[in-house]
């Protein structure tokens, strides 16, 4: 009896560490938004349940901010939100913003811009990576191969790296395309014609692998993602040719898989589930693989491949499943055990960023509709859809309560109820 009642008093002591903070007003403090795809890396969020409806009571608009054109996702901290813009085809600002009433906190801004390739210039030619925040830093990826890590109180400059003068690469034929990712002390990135580790604090590059020269074939889309397999930990990277798992320590290559694709269009983030890793490219189909490690060393062995091609957006892994939206526009669903296609709908736009609670989808189409999804493998159930825009490449982000849209020329602050 004794042992329980301490047992009891010892749970009750660890509640407020699991429990959501709270603020002077007993309202729960929003979690913030710190990088492409959100707080796993995958689009999925924990902490909140998703709206029920989109209508606009349920769903109501707090603020708009007129912006320069971009496909970076905006960012989103305690007090902040930062957005990136590309202002008269020649300048990349960087902005802060109060995350209660959308004013500006502060800007930065520097040269950059360039012109992209014919076939890609209906997507324009501003910044198009997501920045990343650790702390007080926020690390912005420009489109001239530059990264410049900013004081997040003041917008300072801290430091800043140009891999093309680094590394004696070519610039980028579609420009830094790649989010960065921020693990301990480190920043990775796929930039300078290969896959980079930069020191946090002196913005020096620790090392860089998996070099093909940069320019056309070299530039880099898919953004890398930290993970363990078979309780190894590493970075899973994915260049326009090959998928590889890198030791985030050394730069070490475990593993190495070609992935074709139709001008090396390897553009979304692997999915990580278990040991396992699904990819799917433009040209080359989906696919699953499973991974082993023994004394021999490693090897990736393919369980299933399935002839549905993506193009740009990311999947979602929902019990078993993949919920994944097509380079042909459609939507669909794989059993992730099999392959197996359970349903497929009519067109959308050409591009989906999504977020899920694990029982809905919230997807943002290119066209500028807001879609809820139930997450059903039996069949394509859509709850409510809403116009908020009317072209939207840049990755929503969901914190607390508040759900934040950057289409080409805004970003919008939403809440719901």
Not at 1 to 9: A, D, E, S
Request: charge should be neutral.
């Amino acid at each position: 009896m004794h042992q329980r009642l301490l047992l009891f008093l010892f749970c009750l002591l660890l509640l407020p560490v699991f429990s959501p903070a709270t603020s002077a007003d007993d309202k729960p403090v929003p979690y913030p938004w710190v990088q492409w795809r959100g707080p796993h890396r995958d689009s999925s969020v924990t902490h909140t349940t998703l709206p029920e409806s989109l209508a606009e009571d349920r769903l109501e608009q707090i603020w708009r901010v007129e912006l320069s054109p971009s496909y970076s996702g905006p960012i989103v901290s305690k007090d902040r939100v930062f957005v990136t813009e590309t202002v008269d085809q020649k300048t990349e600002v960087v902005r802060a913003l109060d995350r209660k009433t959308g004013k500006e906190l502060w800007k930065q801004s520097w040269s950059g811009s360039m012109s992209v390739p014919f076939f890609a210039k209906s997507n324009g030619d501003w910044i198009r990576a997501t920045p990343a925040l650790d702390g007080d830093r926020l690390f912005v990826a420009g489109i001239r191969d530059v990264l410049v890590c900013l004081d997040t109180n003041s917008g300072e400059e801290l430091w800043r790296i140009d891999f093309v003068k680094e590394t004696k690469s070519n610039l980028p034929a579609f420009g830094f395309a790649s989010s960065p990712l921020v693990v301990g002390d480190a920043i990775y990135v796929q930039a300078g014609g290969g896959f980079c580790k930069v020191d946090q604090q002196t913005g020096k590059i620790v090392w860089r692998i998996l070099a093909d020269g940069g320019g056309m074939s070299g530039s880099a889309f898919s953004s890398p993602f930290y993970t363990t397999l078979n309780g190894v930990p590493q970075i899973i990277v994915q260049t326009r040719t090959t998928l590889a798992g890198v030791d985030p320590d050394q730069g070490t290559v475990y593993w190495k898989q070609e992935i074709p694709a139709f001008r090396g269009m390897n553009i979304l983030t692997p999915s990580v589930v278990g040991d396992s890793i699904f990819t799917s490219s433009y040209g080359g189909g989906s696919v699953l693989f499973t991974s082993e490690k023994n004394e021999a060393g490693w090897s990736l062995k393919q369980k299933w491949k399935h002839k549905t091609q993506a193009y740009m957006s990311s999947p979602n892994v929902i019990d078993g499943h993949l919920y994944l939206h097509l380079r042909n526009q459609r939507f669909t669903c794989l059993n992730l055990e099999t392959g197996e296609v359970r349903w497929t709908t009519t067109p959308f736009g050409k591009y989906w960023s999504t977020v899920t609670d694990g029982e809905k989808i919230l997807a943002l189409d290119q066209k500028g509709d807001l879609l809820l999804i139930r997450a059903n493998p039996e069949k394509f159930e859509l709850i409510e859809r809403r116009k908020v825009a009317d072209d939207s490449w840049a990755h929503i982000a969901v914190s607390g309560n508040e759900l934040l849209i950057r289409d080409l020329n805004h970003l919008t602050l939403y809440r719901w109820k």
